[in-house]
């Protein structure tokens, strides 16, 4: 087993280049991160020359990605930006722990991210947790009575939620329970933020702004899941075991969630594996909509300002817990089915 | 030369129906299906409606803004409403479907040739090629796909020639989000046709096509490729819904399609 994961990391190791490489190239193209470093006011040309000096983007695409990636303080860089090359790089590189530095805010990327990843995994593993825990009560119910009116019912319900796009949802969510609520003079729900300002970063303020989002995201998910549940009930309560376990004359309840929920716990359990890391990018769009202040808006406010090093980094991240996290399903399926070997 | 009459004398019964067509035969099956003749005329109304709304409204008035007007609740004059800036949503809706429309089936053609060709040389070839070929599908496999969809479509953005076909014009950004779109989704598509590449490279009737001297590229497109099609045409259907998602969301977030050009995405944008 060691063995098999110490393979899987290193497999992992050219395609995590690969997708930095390919990724950055892209990013070169994004736009001019010094058009927009002067605020209102144009940028000198003298000044705007010094600047790509300093920055190090007058170098060659290759030679950037060198020292993003392994850092520059083995060799001389232009620090004053007059032309010529006069004392050491600082920068370690990404593989040395070194995300570099945000070109807007000029804090270091890891601060920037850390930030906002508390935030974006609060919102993403709650609406990830009442997905998983709505998606089992329904798939369990739906697969126990197949063709049930309620399964048809619920059927045509879900799959109406799973063809919205996303922000049909939040913004009809917003406008039912925070503008019509407020009118019939019912207690509303709050539509941006992650606190109210002059209460507080509070739990119960966090929780409460978390609702509106929380649900929005959910209804989307819930229909893949859902449904994903149905199918491998049924599967698994067609099995002999099950015959068996109802013949024998077990209590139902005993049945389903000893007998046949476990077996089909795996596939569950995979896909749930596999959805986690995504949940570290965030709901860009979700987050977006409702002035969350996480990692999804952190990558567009940067994108759009043509910060290399921090849009670099959040993808990274994303890329490498995907990686890291494809390995531990694997590893988690085996342990939970012992068929399963990958010597 | 006459054939003699009396020739070989057929069973009553297999004459009394002439045989089905693969055509009728495929007709019968689908009425016979009721959720895909549901969704077949869900299909053509929406066609109906975005390509036959056009005999209704001009373009001209789906794009013309009269902030004088700006919000109306549906009324008669607007059944949908007005936007923003006052202009008629449903007039907006039926040229916006349009280009939705056309966004998720071309985009869907693009993302269906890059996964045959990917999966189909990697499946067929084998060897140094696959790897490569897996090794860059798997590294897009694993960013998010909003992420390379965001990313690709700044890449793009820039001075963007608005284009003109059939005497009208659109926004450049149309293609684009297209080409993006076609280039950010074919890994699965990619993967499902290697898989069976994989598989059926082995079979018989491919050691028989090559005993008989028949050429790479032939094999490829005329004896396995015609037998991926069934998994092929499942997931192109599904994508054509994503496209038009996608198309939405990075348009709901300003890197998409560009006003004043409507899609069913640029709809959402309060603006």
Redesign the interface.
Same mark, same amino acid.
């Given at each position: 087993m060691f063995q098999y994961i110490l393979k899987r990391l290193l497999q992992g190791i050219?395609?995590?280049l %690969?997708?930095s490489l390919? +990724?950055f190239l +892209?990013?070169m193209? =994004? @736009?001019d991160p010094i058009a927009t470093m002067g605020g209102r006011s144009v940028t000198r040309p003298a000044d705007r020359e010094r600047l790509t000096r300093q920055l190090g983007l007058d170098k060659p695409l290759l030679v950037q990605y060198l020292y993003w990636l392994i850092g520059n303080d083995w060799t001389q860089v232009d620090s004053d930006g007059d032309g010529v090359p006069d004392k050491n790089g600082n920068r370690l590189g990404i593989l040395r722990g070194d995300f570099g530095t945000s070109l807007v805010t000029k804090r270091p990327v890891t601060e920037l991210i850390g930030e906002r990843i508390p935030n974006t995994l609060i919102l993403m593993v709650a609406s990830e947790v009442v997905t998983v825990a709505f998606a089992l009560i329904l798939g369990i119910y739906s697969a126990l009575r197949q063709y049930s009116t309620l399964d048809n019912i619920l059927t045509a319900l879900l799959f109406i939620g799973y *063809?919205m796009? %996303? #922000? #049909?949802v939040s913004?009809m969510s917003m406008y039912i329970f925070a503008v019509l609520f407020k009118q019939w003079g019912l207690p509303y729900l709050p539509t941006v933020g992650m606190f109210d300002p002059q209460v507080g970063k509070t739990f119960s303020q966090v929780l409460w702004h978390m609702v509106l989002p929380v649900m929005s995201l959910s209804v989307i998910y819930f229909a893949g899941y859902s449904r994903y549940i149905r199918s491998t009930m049924l599967e698994v309560m067609n099995q002999d075991y099950v015959r068996t376990a109802k013949s024998k004359g077990l209590p139902r309840r005993q049945v389903v969630y000893i007998h046949a929920l476990k077996n089909a716990s795996l596939p569950i359990v995979t896909l749930v594996g596999l959805d986690l890391p #995504?949940l570290l @990018?965030g709901a =860009? /769009?979700t987050e977006?909509i409702f002035a969350w202040p996480g990692m999804g808006r952190l #990558? +567009?406010d940067h +994108? *759009?300002r !043509?910060d290399v090093s921090v =849009?670099m980094g %959040?993808?990274m991240m =994303? !890329?490498v817990a /995907?990686?890291v996290f494809q390995i531990i399903t694997d590893v988690f399926y085996a342990w939970l089915d012992p068929r399963i070997r990958y010597d | 030369m006459t054939v003699p009459s009396l020739s070989i004398p057929q069973p009553a019964d297999d004459l009394a129906t002439p045989p089905l067509t693969l055509r009728q035969l495929g007709w019968l099956r689908f009425r016979r299906h009721k959720m895909a003749l549901f969704g077949g005329v869900l299909l053509i109304l929406l066609l109906v409606f975005s390509f036959g709304g056009a005999f209704v409204y001009t373009e001209k008035y789906a794009n013309f803004n009269d902030t004088s007007r700006r919000l109306q609740a549906p009324s008669a004059e607007h059944p949908f409403g007005t936007d923003p800036i006052g202009r008629d949503i449903l007039a907006r809706t039926i040229y916006g479907g349009q280009i939705s429309l056309f966004i998720g089936f071309v985009a869907v053609l693009i993302e269906t040739v890059l996964g045959i060709l990917v999966g189909a040389l990697a499946g067929y070839y084998g060897g140094a090629l696959d790897a490569i070929l897996m090794r860059f599908t798997e590294a897009l496999l694993i960013i998010p796909t909003i992420f390379l969809l965001l990313v690709m479509a700044k890449f793009f953005a820039g001075n963007i020639p608005e284009i003109h076909i059939g005497g009208r014009t659109f926004s450049g950004s149309v293609i684009v989000i297209i080409v993006i779109i076609g280039a950010t989704s074919w890994m699965y598509l990619a993967r499902i046709v290697r898989a069976e590449f994989l598989s059926l490279k082995e079979s018989e009737f491919i050691l028989a096509a090559r005993a008989t001297g028949t050429s790479n590229s032939e094999i490829i497109f005329f004896h396995i490729l015609p037998n991926t099609f069934a998994p092929v045409i499942v997931s192109s259907t599904l994508s054509v819904a994503n496209a038009i998602l996608a198309e939405a969301y990075i348009s709901f977030l300003g890197l998409g399609v560009q006003q004043p050009t409507a899609t069913w995405g640029i709809c959402w944008i309060p603006r």
């Open positions: 050219p395609l995590l %690969i997708v390919t +990724l +892209l990013m193209k =994004v @736009g *063809s796009p %996303i #922000f #049909f913004l #995504f @990018g =860009v /769009v977006r #990558f +567009l +994108l *759009s !043509a =849009v %959040i993808m =994303v !890329a /995907v990686v | -």
